[in-house]
């Protein structure tokens, strides 16, 4: 789905959240969970197994083999559990605090709000990533439990993910890490930061006369 469109649906459920007078300086979406190169360790190993599998139930040159079916279906039992542990969230930063908000498996709409924190209770690790389709952040503060939250951005939002690093550290918050990366069509991070274009819609109020 565009970015444009999944910003525009989640506006009206942050500015629900945000504080009066409050500006948003960047937002995008993430997947929590573990980072996904286990998954595609897992994945890959998963393919090959079925394939083996298949190829071993279905062969015309052999009679079938009484793993066949194991290979085929075990697999997918230990790389299938890593979808359910993945949860689509919307993250934002704001001049005053950062807010997570859970997102809809299917359309990306806005299901409820998990948590906000002022952005001098919240730290950040960026953790880069190890695949270049995906950044990866780790989010240490309110609403967690004390443990931590890890963020995996797609390549399409990587770019969001490292302008909300960049707010929350002009805003703040400590962050840790890898120093995030600029975006290069942009001039400098605050350009980047309050360009109309990078930040959730949020629908103007109209004042009756």
Known sequence: MRRDIVKRRVGPALYEAMEPGDQIMAGALAMTGPSPAWEMLLTLPALAGSVAGAAGLFSNF????????????????????????????????????????????????????????????????????RMSVWGSVKYYGPGVDGRSLRLNGSRRWRKDLNEVVVALQAGGAAVDGMPPSRPHCCRDSQSAQTHPRNRPQVPQKRVSG
């Open 62 to 129: 052999s009679p079938p083999q009484p793993l066949g079916p194991v290979l085929v279906f075990v697999p997918f039992l230990f790389a299938w559990p890593l979808q359910f542990r993945r949860k689509p969230v919307f993250v934002a930063v704001t001049q005053r605090q950062f807010i997570c908000y859970g997102m809809s498996r299917f359309g990306h709409e806005p299901s409820r709000l998990l948590f906000s924190a002022p952005l001098a209770a919240v730290r950040v690790t960026n953790l880069g990533g």
